[in-house]
């Protein structure tokens, strides 16, 4: 990257789910343009093979490379969990995933050394989360606990309630009394139901949104080296989606802030 | 179809849904051989665009065909909602959903005219059901509901208890008293939640099980005219999948009764 480099940021993720994820990056990175991808028309991927999510994650690069990204930003927790490797091998632009950046916010967070972990089965399943935790600080005790009904109970609009605090509470109470202070948000849909998982893992309880740790290390990207920002005043974003977009402009605004204004629909591949 | 002919029936579900139809069909068609596909690399149909459904639906029966079935099964309420026409106009063999079977059925039931249909946000807004009602009986009053968390809540084994039965109690609340006395469970998944719809709905409802309906059309297509059973103690089972088998197998005891003894993984199509 060259100074004042005015090509966008590329985000991709499975579905809505990381327009968390281009919230915090606006936050960040005032000036930067940026191309979201969501896959609709294959979501979700937490339920799904690392091998068919990484075939997924190659098709979504190659399409936001083929309109001169700068920079890659896996939004989506299970892409990040298993398909990052293929991705830095094969593109020729940095990659940011999730996975890293939520690890070491919670590694340098936690007091007590145990650190919790919520995400898809996939992502759970991959132990990726638990190696990032590892790798960031030795020691840690990591509980990992995948939550699969979360993500249709975020799409679904049910973030308070009976319902979404009995599924809570039915994930997290075999967590609890173990000296856990600090965890992770392991999926963009997770900060959705921040109010519930609070209330059940106590006021204390210290939550990393995982999509909020990754935009600051893509700020990082930006400010070490040679990386620059893209000139102010310029900055533009551009949705597209594999499934038709009514229904990802439909509830974009739980998950972004405001409505997204329009989303392009893209074939990626045949099926 | 010539007599004893000994091709096996095709089935195609977006999962593991399907298999509720798949265990209908064993038992009215005990000599016919079967072979299932679940598209579990994009599952769930429920809550995607009719175009992209038709696209998937198609692909899969493209790939039963090639495997010289003699009848295809669409087990899927949203496929079935969606794709049928495109599917009769292109395969050269019957083509049964689960929705007519159903409607059919329920109309034939109620004695209020007053009929609920429960299905995927997909069957819902698509008016299959309300069609195929209106065709099958006038004069009926419809109230369809989608229901959109009940698949991943019987995909997760939730099928009981508290979260179910206030999910469910949120979704059916507004159908009651209207004099509804017949209500079609529009979706593979639903029979899974009898127990828990029919404590919400009240003892006297009658449910009906659109895969058994449908199960009861195939065998009405082999009774008529030149079709008959294949010759009996030759019957065979094989099962295919799009993502790799080990869920599918895992899950397919709670929807078949017995676990599917194995899966070949195939891929449809690039991506």
């Known amino acids: 990257m060259h100074s004042f480099d005015r090509r966008p940021l590329g985000v991709f993720d499975s579905g809505v789910g990381g327009l968390t994820v281009l919230r915090s990056l606006r936050a960040r990175l005032p000036s930067e343009s940026i191309i ?7 979501v979700p991927y937490g339920t799904k093979s690392a091998s068919v999510v990484t075939r997924y994650a190659q098709l979504n690069a190659a399409f936001l490379t083929s309109l001169d990204v700068k920079l890659l930003v896996v939004a989506c927790n299970t892409a990040s969990a298993v398909a990052l490797p293929a991705l830095r091998a094969t593109l020729g632009i940095p990659v ?7 690890a070491q916010e919670a590694a340098a967070l936690t007091r007590s050394g145990v650190v919790g972990v919520l995400g898809t089965p ?20 990591v509980l990992a606990q995948a939550c699969p009904l ?15 605090r009995l599924v809570a509470r039915s994930y997290l109470s075999p967590l609890l009394g173990q000296g856990m202070d600090t965890v992770v948000l392991g999926c963009t849909h997770y900060p959705l139901l921040r109010g519930v998982l609070q209330e059940v893992l106590g006021q204390k ?9 990754a935009a600051q290390a893509v700020a990082a990207v930006f400010q070490a080296g040679t990386a620059s920002e893209a000139g102010p005043g310029t900055r533009t974003e551009r949705f597209y989606v594999t499934d038709v977009p009514d229904r990802f402009i439909e ?3 739980r998950f ?10 893209v074939d990626l591949a045949v099926g």
Do not use: C, H, K, N
């Open 251 to 253: 509830v974009s605004a």
């Open 96 to 102: 940011v995933g999730v996975i890293e950046p939520g």
């Open 122 to 141: 996939g992502t759970i399943r991959s132990g990726a989360y638990q190696r990032a935790l590892g790798a960031a600080r030795s020691g840690l005790t």
């Open 256 to 265: 972004l802030g405001s409505s997204v204004p329009a989303a392009e629909q």
């Open 150 to 164: 979360f993500v249709p109970l975020a799409e679904e609009g049910w973030l308070g309630g009976d319902v979404p």
């Open 36 to 42: 979201y991808l969501g896959d609709t028309a294959r």
């Open 205 to 213: 309880m210290a939550l990393v949104d995982s999509g909020e740790a």
